[in-house]
């Protein structure tokens, strides 16, 4: 993490999405994570490190992600990087 996105080590990634910035943001399946890669820098950074990770949207009015694993549902305020279940 915190390194240019061409160097850093990913391991399966899917379900990319795109914030209002153009930040990029993919679940990182085979190292556990929600990543973003930041539009301005480069630079990517793991947002969450999750056990399954499977899928990922953003919601662009609250500005806030969500992702599921095997078993629940998650709430990530982008703000303040904050995580919180919703099931």
């Keep these: 993490d915190n390194e240019i996105a061409n160097q850093a080590e990913i391991n399966n990634p899917t379900r ?33 490190n999750f056990t399954n990770p499977q899928g990922i949207t953003y919601n662009n009015n609250s500005n806030k992600i969500y992702f599921i694993t095997q078993t629940q549902i998650f709430e990530v305020d982008l703000i303040s990087n904050n995580s919180l279940p919703l099931l």
């Design 16 to 48: 990319i999405i795109l914030d209002k910035e153009n930040n990029i943001y993919f679940v990182d399946s085979g190292n556990t994570k929600i990543r973003k890669v930041n539009s301005t820098s480069n630079i990517i950074s793991s947002v969450v």
